[in-house]
């Protein structure tokens, strides 16, 4: 399945500058978004958003098209 | 002799122009620790009630802590107290840089500065003495004008300056304190209170460094802390500062936009971080931003800070007023529907250069756009501006307008809540304030914990007096050393997320005591833990210091704070929330519909108050509260 993926802040470091934190990835039929984090290779503390519904479990499983979005919480600042 | 700090606190009337030290004991520094607890000690004893705070009897209490100017990141750190003219309650704002390590090392703790002096004068403290110097040759100029004449006239470029700029020469109630002319005491109004004391500058410069205890511990927990660093939870503050946050809060649906009408900003990547470090950070055309375009405060490693500069088309920016962050980023940006980061960064600039809290003056001009485009404003009332939302133009002129009262922007120097007043035609439905301090740009629909803290904060809404959220579940390790062990789903206000609330209030509230970073120390996402912390105040005072006491002096202080509020007749009912948060769902994005419930936040608050020792009805502090904690001297000062 295509899932479409949004990294924020300093996460999108791990993709080229010119994807802006943007991708699309190919994952197995079944996946959760904590294979997704694996595949993305981020090990840190994350929210993940899913169509727009935030703190989404890594157990969840991904749907083909999901767009999902990956920050780190925020405090102040 | 003590280490970490000098027992020295030096006392200034401007009145009569009489200077004197006074060396408390060693209990008195490890019952309170400094900061704002130290303060407020001062403010408590040495003013009575109803006082003005325009007048010469307000205080104004600048403390340092037991470890401010240690050799580790996230120490130097001042904290500035005083009536608030903004609020009418207490007064109380932090702010980092060079100054307060520099304090420290010119041979004082902290400074309690009473009266006005009858022409503009500067405090010049230098290796343990303290002088007044004139100041009329500094008065009407701003903050980087005065730092250059300061630094030229004594000779030395490394002496550090904290001012007030013309917005606090000319009671703008929101004015800041700046040092570095980038670092602001921001909110409450403390630059107002400095100004009405005729006193333009405090200078600092010395060589009296305290001893630290353990040194090696101390350097022990400093590599530590280098070393952890990129594999952080705050490697994206060291990078790209707190404008990261620009766009974690948009994705979570909490980007204040439009005068709080929603929390998504559908242009928030043009004021993102990682576009500020591409585009305007100082070095970025050369790919040098790493070095040039990041700056820090004393012994820090995190490096947050940034640096604009622009030398072409519109808006020119002047590296000497540093760079915006998170809140000035919001404000004066998606807060007023403005996408324009070169003009962002300009209002960013004019604030640091008039010395005005950037959360207000954003707040207060998104208010003022909000009644524009409701038909409330004219272009008659505002000199000719067309005030829509989205106006970046209009925002860098009123931030130049307030800063010299000129015009329209002598009623928003007022602040949102007395110009509603003064304005009247229903504007007061459009006000996002708490106590008459403007909300910061974290929200409370998104993060229900800030309904309680930003209507029961003591000196108005705050976004850094408790730790939000999303960060009770991920760090149970680090929450587990306070308490806290039971996270709760996402959107809920019950006991579990008061108590959260109130907890993590005592920790920042022990944070602001010792005058450390709340972004390098904490309880969360933070550089270092509370319990490292509690290992840092061992190793530089040398006392056999508990985590449990560093707490307490936290909850200690947050009484004290609203125990200044009680003695001005300041309680409950003034604990309250903008109508609209209760009545106006957010529009868009994630957060689209988000409301606040008024009966559960109401069960909230009386769960807080009672969680607090506090006397549910007024909210405030009780005899047996106060001296549980050692404050039998406040009870007394209540007539409890």
Not at chain 1, 25 to 37: F, Q, R, S, W
Not at chain 2, 274 to 294: I, S, V
Request: charged letters at 20%; a negative charge; hydrophobic letters at 40%.
């Amino acid at each position: 399945m295509r899932i479409s993926v949004h990294l924020y802040g300093v996460l999108r470091d791990r993709l080229p500058p010119a994807a802006k934190g943007r991708t699309t990835l190919e994952l197995p039929d079944v996946a959760t978004v904590g294979d997704l984090l694996a595949t993305l290779g981020i090990e840190r503390r994350v929210i993940v958003s899913i169509n727009g519904r935030a703190h989404i479990p890594t157990k969840h499983i991904l749907q083909d098209g999901d767009q999902v979005m990956i920050y780190t919480p925020v405090g102040g600042g | 002799m003590p280490h970490g700090y000098h027992g020295r606190i030096l006392h200034v009337d401007l009145t009569s122009g009489a200077l004197s030290i006074e060396q408390p004991e060693e209990k008195f520094y490890r019952k309170y620790m400094g900061g704002s607890a130290m303060a407020l000690t001062y403010l408590l004893r040495g003013m009575p009630p109803g006082v003005d705070p325009l007048a010469p009897e307000n205080m104004l209490a600048l403390f340092l802590s037991v470890v401010t100017g240690a050799p580790i990141s996230g120490q130097s750190r001042v904290t500035v107290a005083a009536k608030s003219p903004l609020t009418g309650c207490v007064g109380d704002s932090q702010a980092g840089g060079f100054f307060p390590a520099e304090m420290k090392f010119a041979g004082f703790d902290g400074i309690v500065i009473t009266g006005r002096a009858p022409h503009p004068v500067y405090l010049w403290l230098h290796d343990g003495q303290a002088e007044l110097r004139d100041a009329t040759h500094l008065w009407g100029r701003v903050t980087g004008e005065v730092q250059d004449m300061l630094r030229h006239e004594l000779g030395d470029d490394k002496i550090e300056v904290l001012q007030t700029g013309p917005a606090g020469e000319k009671g703008v109630r929101f004015a800041a304190l700046m040092n570095m002319c980038s670092r602001a005491n921001g909110r409450t109004g403390m630059g107002a209170v400095m100004g009405a004391k005729n006193l333009k500058a405090i200078v600092v410069w010395g060589n009296q460094r305290p001893s630290i205890a353990d040194a090696a511990a101390l350097k022990a927990l400093a590599q530590w802390g280098a070393t952890r660093l990129p594999q952080s939870d705050i490697a994206g503050l060291s990078k790209y500062g707190t404008s990261e946050v620009i766009g974690l809060n948009n994705a979570d649906g909490g980007l204040p936009t439009r005068n709080y009408a929603g929390g998504v900003f559908e242009y928030y990547e043009a004021l993102d971080g990682p576009t500020l470090y591409e585009t305007l950070l100082r070095g970025a055309a050369q790919g040098r931003q790493e070095r040039l375009g990041r700056d820090t405060c004393y012994a820090c490693v995190v490096r947050c800070k940034r640096v604009v500069e622009k030398r072409d088309g519109p808006y020119l920016l002047d590296p000497t007023y540093g760079g915006p962050e998170y809140e000035s980023l919001a404000t004066l940006g998606s807060y007023c529907g403005v996408s324009d980061l070169a003009a962002v960064c300009k209002a960013n600039e004019n604030c640091n250069k008039y010395g005005l809290d950037t959360i207000s003056c954003g707040a207060t001009i998104a208010w003022a756009m909000e009644c524009f485009e409701n038909g409330l404003l004219t272009k008659e009332d505002t000199d000719g501006l067309e005030l829509r939302f989205g106006n970046a133009e209009a925002v860098v002129r009123l931030t130049e307008m307030i800063g010299r009262r000129e015009g329209f922007g002598d009623l928003l120097a007022e602040g949102s809540a007395r110009a509603a007043q003064r304005l009247g035609r229903g504007s007061e439905r459009f006000l996002i304030t708490s106590k008459n301090q403007e909300a910061p740009a974290h929200m409370p629909q998104v993060k229900r914990t800030l309904a309680i803290i930003y209507a029961a904060n003591p000196f108005g809404a705050d976004h850094q007096s408790h730790e939000h959220d999303p960060a009770y579940a991920p760090y149970p390790e680090r929450m587990a050393q306070i308490g806290l062990h039971d996270p709760q789903p996402p959107l809920t206000l019950n006991a579990e997320m008061v108590r959260y609330a109130l907890v993590t209030q005592y920790a920042y509230s022990a944070l602001d005591s010792l005058s450390v970073c709340q972004f390098v120390y904490g309880p969360a996402w933070h550089l270092y833990s509370m319990n490292q912390l509690t290992e840092m105040v061992r190793a530089v005072t040398g006392w056999d210091v508990s985590l449990y006491e560093i707490m307490k002096v936290g909850e200690r202080r947050l009484n004290m704070l609203r125990a200044f509020n009680a003695r001005e007749g300041i309680g409950r009912e003034h604990d309250t929330l903008p109508e609209r948060f209760f009545t106006r769902p957010l529009q868009g994005g994630p957060s689209d519909g988000y409301v606040l419930d008024r009966d559960e936040w109401q069960r909230a608050m009386d769960t807080y108050y009672a969680m607090a020792g506090w006397d549910v009805q007024s909210g405030n502090p009780t005899r047996p509260t106060l001296e549980a904690l050692g404050l039998g001297w406040v009870a007394d000062l209540l007539g409890l």
